[in-house]
């Protein structure tokens, strides 16, 4: 019976890591209250997904002494309140629907949000 159970184990496991999908990182950072991609210079950029896929966003805070986050309120996604130089993920598994969602730093969501467009996957 446990000889069936190993058996059965190896031939699953490839199977199970070719067929996780793969997740792109996407970096965000904070400084001067907006967001920039990393390396970027437009302040809080528009960022297009695709329809399905999935992501990681990766929020960096650069404003020491300021407090911000990651929300996407749409999607009922939310980082914690971040201090400067701290880090946090936020996972996202983009609906099959194209649209566009909004993003924000939830205290300051006067100044610092931006768009997501959802497109339609080639
Ligand atoms: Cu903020």
């Given at each position: 019976?446990?000889?069936?159970?190993?058996?059965?184990?190896?031939?699953l496991l490839p199977l199970t890591v070719s067929t996780r999908a793969a997740v792109r990182d996407i970096t965000l950072v904070t400084r001067d209250?907006?967001?920039y991609l990393e390396d970027g210079t437009v302040?809080?950029?528009t960022i297009r997904l695709d329809a399905g896929e999935e992501v990681r966003f990766i929020l960096r805070n650069l404003d020491s002494g300021i407090t911000h986050n990651l929300a996407i309120?749409?999607?009922?996604?939310?980082?914690?309140?971040?201090?400067?130089?701290?880090?946090?993920?936020?996972?996202?598994?983009?609906?099959?629907?194209?649209?566009?969602q909004t993003y924000v730093?939830?205290?300051?969501?006067?100044?610092?949000?931006?768009?997501?467009?959802v497109v339609a996957g080639d």
């Open positions: 019976m446990a000889a069936v159970a190993v058996v059965s184990l190896v031939i209250m907006a967001f302040p809080n950029p309120e749409g999607w009922e996604l939310e980082t914690a309140y971040l201090d400067g130089d701290a880090s946090a993920t936020l996972r996202v598994h983009v609906p099959k629907q194209p649209g566009s730093c939830v205290p300051h969501r006067g100044m610092m949000r931006g768009v997501i467009e």
